[in-house]
């Protein structure tokens, strides 16, 4: 599996855009990227994934260039809310694979 | 449909001691996952199943871990001969085969001390 590399943490404020960047060199041809976020005490939540070029939902951005070697999720005008760890993973998207989380990076917006 | 319950939430128990958790995947996800998750780390998987039959298992799933999905909806993990590095939080996720994102439902956990 593509072992993934992105920021251990982050500080926002309140309205601001928020990008995070992940690394990814070693994707495979039938990877795709997916994001997760974890609030405390809780479980990881998905918020995007994609394989290539653009992709935006309610929630997120996900922008992935040509080479496919990074990509970047963008939060719009973040919320005190949005304070959470990141994940993000590389993998087939078939299912048959368990997903593997790295350590993620601590986003805390701040007033 | 309340998406993925776990049971207990909060587990204490004494080194030597047995324990089981319960897991009740959203009703028509065939896939689930066992995950477990250590202060400052993020999930480590350790074990999936497709309806009833589990077909991987994780080196971190050691012989006193055992995991059941008999009827292909709930499942249960039991660690036997409890240790204290087994305290940790016990993620539950589901999901369904035939879509076209992959995405895993995570119920919110069994927190697990083992004192």
């Known amino acids: 599996l593509a072992k993934t590399t992105q920021p251990i943490s982050m500080d926002s404020y309140e309205g601001q855009e928020v990008n995070i960047t992940c690394s990814h060199n070693n994707i495979a041809t039938n990877d795709y990227i997916t994001w997760y976020q974890q609030f405390p005490s809780q479980g990881p939540r998905f918020i995007i994934q994609?394989?290539?070029t653009k992709v935006t939902n309610e929630v997120a951005s996900l922008f992935i260039p040509a080479d496919r070697k990074s990509s970047t999720l963008s939060l719009p005008r973040v919320s005190l809310s949005d304070t959470a760890v990141y994940y993000c993973?590389?993998?087939?998207?078939?299912?048959?694979?368990?997903?593997?989380f790295g350590s993620g990076t601590r986003l805390q917006v701040q007033p | 449909d309340t998406g993925v319950s776990q049971d207990p939430r909060h587990k204490i128990t004494k080194r030597g001691q047995n324990v089981t958790f319960r897991c009740d995947p959203i009703s028509e996800h065939n896939r689930l996952y066992w995950y477990r998750q250590t202060l400052g780390q993020g999930p480590e998987f350790l074990t999936y199943?497709?309806?009833?039959?589990?077909?991987?298992k994780s080196r971190l799933l050691s012989d006193r871990f055992s995991a059941e999905r008999p009827k292909g909806s709930f499942s249960t993990l039991e660690i036997q001969r409890t240790e204290q590095g087994d305290s940790a939080m016990y993620l539950c996720a589901s999901s369904r085969t035939g879509t076209p994102i992959d995405e895993q439902f995570f119920g919110p956990g069994t927190r697990l001390t083992v004192l």
């Open positions: 994609g394989y290539k």
């Open positions: 993973l590389v993998g087939d998207n078939t299912g048959r694979r368990a997903l593997t």
């Open positions: 199943f497709q309806n009833e039959a589990q077909l991987e």
